[in-house]
């Protein structure tokens, strides 16, 4: 309820909420208003003015967590004010974190001997995760190399053109050069024989990942990791794998436990994963786990006392909330191996199930593949219509869909896709209705074009139907090569790859 002015105070109108002058003023924008106003208003207009934000749940775009059990939303509530580096104050804290590293790094086959702590540690995400490895990779590297009386001032890591835009901070923040194996049409991860190609004596480390963001495909580790070994036997050189297993970590172990990507495989040396991803956390938490303590140079780790104990701390931030850490180690022991295998299953289940439905409208290529994270990405084959992914993408907008239309990373840039990464609480009869909507746009499409569907396309297309679709092509064409030009003027540093998706 508003606090009226004392002005005001005599009109009872202003007891209502919409009736009081908060609902008429414009919020500010710029600079602090000089003056406070009630708490009530405040909520009401931020909570009425986040309405537009649309619905995280219809969100396909994100592979981060939307629903979490209430038990642990409330669990999560109450841990909002802990500040999780207060180590010394809230020491339960603390070894729960451990407590999922522990788990975390034995479910990826670390030598952990029982008992023992495994390295690693919580991040906001995988990005903070991935600048701790690599930071450690580059250090370890140089270390090497002064010790050995080479020149260690051009470090490099070899990725495959498709990493996620993390890894170009990381390159350009931390000054190593990013050499990335480049993809081609039909063909959407790092392929290993390239990448043992361009491993040279600067390489600090090769990064495969488990999950491509643009595809969900696996990269082949275990055939890096050999070929790896194969040339570091031949130049004594010894590169190491990192594996970027940020949707994929909590994939791979329950749906292919068999498939060797982690450190089963000798050259991997550490590895992240997502925790707000298949980790089925809300948004603010990642993993970092290396192979063993000689993988993680002592002299990265800070030790700070001011605060009343000694706290270790490899964290690019100092001060962040325990609230997703106790979410962490809420769904590993509330679901355990059992609960995270039946969830990952269902995604697989539900993936599969739009695959289905798409393929069979004969008018897309599938680009995921069966083996890897549950997303479903397609690309229209014909153009012909004039009509492209990105207007399938806004035509989805209007039944709230949210599914992202964007292009693929160098050298397939030419081909664009959509993507709908399919999660725990996407559910099969959301997944039969998105399939219908989709259905219902390409419908909208021929409905715009009667002439050219299909069927008379394939019985009798006359000539100036033919130059009709010529003309609509190089259209389309130019459609989007127009949006690629705006989208690069708007953005002109921009690399234009993992823009709008994560
Ligand atoms: C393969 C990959 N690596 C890293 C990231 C960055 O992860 P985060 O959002 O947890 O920082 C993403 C995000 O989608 C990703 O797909």
């Known amino acids: 309820m508003v606090l009226p002015t004392a002005a005001e105070s005599d009109n009872p109108a202003n007891s209502c909420m919409f009736a009081s002058r908060y609902m008429q003023s414009p919020l500010p924008r710029f600079r602090m208003p000089e003056k406070s106003i009630p708490k009530d208003a405040a909520y009401q207009i931020i909570n009425d003015e986040l309405m537009l934000d649309g619905n995280p749940r219809l969100n396909l775009a994100s592979f981060v967590t939307t629903w ?59 990005s903070e995760a991935i600048m701790l490895a690599g930071l450690a990779f580059k250090r370890k590297w140089q270390n090497k190399r002064k010790a050995q009386g080479k020149p260690y001032d051009k470090p490099n890591i070899v990725t495959g053109s498709n990493v996620q835009v993390c890894w170009e901070k990381f390159a350009r923040y931390f000054e190593v050069e990013l050499k990335e194996v480049k993809l081609r049409e039909g063909y959407y991860v790092m392929d290993p024989k390239k990448a043992a ?6 390489t600090i480390c090769v ?27 031949e130049t004594g050189w010894n590169t190491p794998i990192h594996v970027d297993a940020a949707s994929g970590g909590f994939i791979a172990p329950f749906l292919y436990p068999d498939l060797e990507w982690d450190f ?24 970092v786990v290396w192979r063993s303590k000689q993988d993680l140079p002592e002299e990265l780790i800070f030790h700070i006392n001011y605060l009343g104990a000694d706290q270790p701390t490899f964290t690019l931030n100092f001060s962040k909330g325990a609230s997703q850490i106790i979410g962490q180690y809420y769904q590993l022991i509330r679901l355990g191996f059992e609960g995270y295998k039946l969830i990952m299953e269902n995604c697989r289940t539900n993936a599969r199930y739009l695959t289905e439905i798409l393929e069979k409208t004969g008018r897309f290529t599938i680009l995921s593949k069966d083996v890897g994270v549950p997303v479903v990405a397609f690309s229209l084959k014909d153009k012909s219509l004039g009509h492209d992914e990105y207007e399938i993408s806004d035509h989805l907008r209007k039944f709230g869909w949210v599914v992202p239309a964007y292009t693929m990373a160098p050298d397939a840039q030419h081909v664009l896709l959509l993507r709908v990464v399919v999660r725990e609480d996407f559910s099969r009869t959301l997944a039969e209705r998105l399939a219908h909507n989709i259905e219902e746009v390409l419908h909208e499409f021929e409905a715009l074009h009667p002439k ?14 033919k130059n009709d679709q010529v003309e609509a092509k190089e259209n389309s064409k130019k459609t989007h090569e127009n949006r690629r030009r705006g989208r690069q003027a708007r953005h002109p540093d921009s690399v234009d790859k993992t823009k709008g998706i994560c």
């Open 264 to 287: 089963r495989l000798p050259l991997v040396r550490s590895i992240n994963v997502s925790g707000h991803k298949y980790g089925l956390v809300y948004a603010g938490v990642g993993w």
């Open 68 to 126: 979490m059990e209430p038990e642990c939303d409330k669990l999560m509530m109450s841990a909002v004010n802990k500040n999780y580096v207060d180590m010394d104050e809230y020491p339960v804290t603390t070894d729960l974190q451990n407590r999922c590293v522990n788990m975390i790094a034995r479910l990826f086959h670390a030598e952990v001997e029982d008992g023992d702590q495994a390295v690693g540690c919580a991040t906001v995400g995988s």
């Open 207 to 233: 990064c495969a990942i488990l999950g491509s963001t643009y595809n969900g495909e696996f990269e082949d580790v275990k055939m890096l990791n050999d070929l790896l070994v194969q040339k570091n036997k």
């Open 197 to 202: 190609e361009m491993v040279d004596e600067n």
């Open 452 to 465: 050219i569907t299909k069927v008379v396309k394939e019985i009798l297309v006359t000539e100036d139907e």
